[in-house]
């Protein structure tokens, strides 16, 4: 991988240290030391993924037939370019709407319709020449820190209308 490789983990279990406080494990940009270790991970599976030059980090909150899409320049706080979510108190009010170019929402749109799935929260980055790189959809990722915070998304409404069954707010899924 030409920007060197991250790794992930592959399970949201807790881990907790000998004091019995819970720790995150947080995307970790990989080096050699890390490479010669590879034989820990029967204990720990890992998500291996190249590491993307970031301009933007994205979290784009699906809920029915809405698509609310946030911004990051993580890449200015220090301790948060490889995992926004290291430094996610301090970027709190950070981030900002974002518009997504129309192929990617109608990709997203088509991605949600085939899975049949009414909610998720996707991952992806904007590299410095534009180019819209996804890196996760998760079905139970968190989001609400986006209605309380900048951008101040309605996200309970959409989620209300959805449970409603209000006309409109479900996505009909494709097979």
Known sequence: ????????MLSAFPIFNEQGEEQVVFTTALTADHLEKLDGLR?????????????????????????????VDSERTAGA?????ERGVTLLRS???YTLPAETERQIARYMERIGMQYSAIDMIVEPGGRHVFLEANPAGECFWLQYNSPNFPLAPALADVLLD????????SA
Request: charged share 30%; glycine share 6%; proline share 8%.
């Open 1 to 8: 991988c030409p920007e060197g490789a991250i790794a992930k």
């Open 166 to 173: 209000v006309p409109g707010a479900r996505r009909v899924a």
């Open 43 to 71: 204990y720990s599976p890992m998500v291996f993924q190249e590491r993307v030059r970031k301009e933007l980090e994205l979290r784009i909150t699906v809920i029915g037939s809405r698509i609310f899409t946030a911004a």
């Open 81 to 85: 370019d490889v995992d926004w979510r």
């Open 95 to 97: 981030w900002i709407p």
